[in-house]
């Protein structure tokens, strides 16, 4: 089996800052692209950033500037470096992962369990 954890999130002031990571555990031998979503109460879910297995990263416009992803294939870890965060950046962020199984043709794509993020006015 094959699980996506999350931790990191929590109630941050407006402008501060929360560093999500999302560690990939059991039978995992690699991940190709990953990423981090969220959901607002009453909203749909929606991509905040992906990275692929060569390092390629693209944002939502949303967080430009201000979220940075990042990976360490050794830890089969992701990262999401959330800096200048707004109230309206409150919501449950999920880890996404296309992951390689150790064994040949195993593996899919998988969700973390959700972290809620906290930002106040």
């Known amino acids: 089996q094959v699980q996506l954890v999350e931790s990191g999130g929590g109630l941050v002031q407006a402008g501060g800052s929360l560093r999500l990571s999302c560690v990939a555990s059991?039978?995992?031998?690699?991940?190709?692209?990953a990423g981090w979503f969220r959901q607002a109460p009453g909203s749909q879910r929606e991509l905040v950033a992906r990275?692929?297995?060569?390092?390629?990263?693209n944002y939502a416009d949303s967080v430009k500037g201000r979220f940075t992803i990042s990976r360490d294939s050794a830890k089969n870890t992701v990262y999401l470096q959330m800096n200048s965060l707004k109230p309206e950046d409150t919501s449950v962020y999920y880890c996404?992962?296309?992951?390689?199984?150790?064994?040949?043709?195993?593996?899919?794509?998988?969700w973390g369990q959700g972290t809620q993020v906290t930002v106040s006015s």
């Open positions: 996404n992962a296309d992951i390689i199984g150790i064994e040949r043709g195993t593996g899919g794509v998988y």
């Open positions: 059991g039978r995992v031998f690699d991940m190709n692209t």
């Open positions: 990275i692929t297995r060569g390092g390629s990263t």
